[in-house]
């Protein structure tokens, strides 16, 4: 991909933009200008899912957005009621023709629903895509140790990426950890943690110190960490203020006092091991 900013390597070789943008709860009719905005603030990673139901939307931004196709990196997601190989294959299918793409560059796993189990029978249907070229990279989301652990005992193959629910309230150290020594690249969703730390003490003290917005301290810390983060907003001046991260730097001094953060209790989202269909998130 030419011109990718600010690359991430995932093990399987192929490049991805560290900063992103996701389309959760952007409606179907407005997504494309969205898009457009984002790209033209410089924004190449495109993140949204067959839950969001703005998938037609999102191709026509793709398509409109001044961009060729090859500069792109567009991710969508399987939702949990279409689990299972052939189901999963079908849903990939119908995701294609709504997006109006020839191949995507991710494919998700969205959740792992544990209770239907067919999490493994699903990242099968995936690696066959990959393997048939429809797909360049695949991955899931909200997986715990046990369900990466899953995967490879049973399929040999391990994801590229796992998206989480990660920001500095909530901050998941144990999976990023395990991510790391599997060569998993974090992603965080709801990276600005749903608005409830605009007035923390710590990240505004941090942003008066850098002459920064918190929402700018917050996924400069995400990529510092070496994060993939996708935050997402429908306002052009918050899609500009959220690209702008990487022209400062937090020190030693800001990474350990957001560190000091973490709440394992402060999980906003559903729970990986109980969720199965009802939420889009």
Known sequence: MAN???PITFHDGNSVPQLGFGVWQIDNDIVAATIKTAVEVGYRLID???IYGNETGVGDGIRHCGIDRSELFIATKVWND???YDETLA?????MQKLGLDYLDMYLIHWPAPKIGLYVQTWKALIRLRSEGRVK???VCNFNISHLQNLLDQTGVLPVL???ELNPRFQQPELREYHAEKGIITESWSPLGNGLLWDDPTLTAIAHKHGRTVAQVIVRWHTQLG???IP???TPSRIKENFAIYDFTLDDDDMAAIGALHDPNARHGPDPERFRLPKAV
């Open 227 to 229: 994060n993939m983060v």
């Open 4 to 6: 990718i900013q600010h």
């Open 232 to 234: 997402k907003s429908v």
């Open 137 to 139: 990279s695949i991955g």
């Open 162 to 164: 796992n998206q989480i």
């Open 91 to 95: 849903a990939f299918d119908e995701s």
């Open 48 to 50: 949204t899912a067959a």
């Open 82 to 84: 279409r689990h299972g």
